[in-house]
């Protein structure tokens, strides 16, 4: 069964989604974008990366739409100016930090558009730094950073430790807060309505386009709140069981084209 509905705007994930592992932009990932353009069907990104961090998509990708950083947290113009910010209640900030750190993760706060953490050696520093494309500023002290902060990331590579950071934070700040996974191995701390599901009804009403004539393509649990709202919804094919459940279609994963088949196969298929 395909949407009922003509598809005039596809909202896709980026990492784990657009991108290969190696954060690569394939030329049939890009042909599948332009294919859209042709069918007059709107392209956007939405990403917990910090906007600045999705700078090298825009020309590839002719990005003409709003772009939606920190799942929400920050929506810039394609130009990167921003126009909208929802940063985390600050009296939470030092909470948050001290509860992911006592759980024994690792911290990263993103303040306005700079990324702080405490040892740039850390597990996965390297390779965010080569996600994102600009440099962390180390300090031994985060809790004071507390305002325009839009996301605080809890970084641990053991799954049971990922697991309890992750309930506590629930259970400590509840609904204002929105917590989820964007990675295995990140937990992400936004602002209560800086969630992907939030990005979908704003860019619903920006371009005017009802979101049972949106798609959504995503890979990861943050993903999943775009994926009940829009009128067709597609996840990877490596994601998790949980988000493959919540999505209408399931594509190949991201090492073999599952973006691309996704724009070939479910949307540009039923024009």
């Known amino acids: ?26 030329e049939r990932a890009l042909e599948a974008v332009r294919k ?21 998509l825009l020309e590839p990708l002719q990005l003409r739409t709003p772009i939606s950083g920190f799942n929400g947290g920050m929506i810039v113009s394609p130009d990167l100016t921003s126009f909208e910010i929802k940063a985390i ?18 911290a990263w706060i993103y303040q306005w558009n700079e990324w702080l953490l405490r040892d740039p050696k850390a597990p996965h520093v390297e390779r965010e730094q080569n996600n994102v494309r600009f440099e962390p500023i180390v300090t031994n002290d985060l809790t004071s950073r507390i305002g325009g902060v839009v996301k605080i990331v809890g970084v641990s590579d053991d799954p049971p430790t990922m697991q309890a950071g992750e309930s506590e934070l629930r259970e400590r700040f509840g609904n204002r807060v929105s917590v989820a996974c964007s990675q295995r191995y990140y937990v992400d701390v936004t602002h209560p309505e800086a969630n992907k599901g939030h990005v979908l009804k704003r860019l619903s009403i920006e371009l005017g386009i009802p979101p049972e004539e949106i798609a959504t393509v995503g890979d990861m649990a943050n993903d999943v709140l775009m994926f009940a709202l829009s009128g067709l919804s597609i996840a990877m094919g490596q994601s998790n069981d949980d988000v ?22 479910y949307v540009l298929n039923q024009q």
């Open 1 to 26: 069964m395909h949407s009922a509905h003509r598809i005039r705007l596809v909202l896709a994930d980026v990492d784990g989604t657009l991108v290969t592992p190696e954060k690569r932009l394939t």
């Open 36 to 56: 859209l353009a042709e069918a007059d069907i709107a392209f956007a990104v939405t990403s917990g990366r910090p906007p600045r961090g999705m700078k090298m």
């Open 89 to 106: 209640e600050p009296s939470l900030v030092g909470p948050i930090v001290t509860t992911l750190l006592d759980r024994g993760l690792d």
């Open 244 to 265: 493959k459940r919540s999505a209408r279609r399931v594509t190949k994963s991201n090492r073999d084209e599952g973006f691309a088949e996704a724009i070939e196969r």
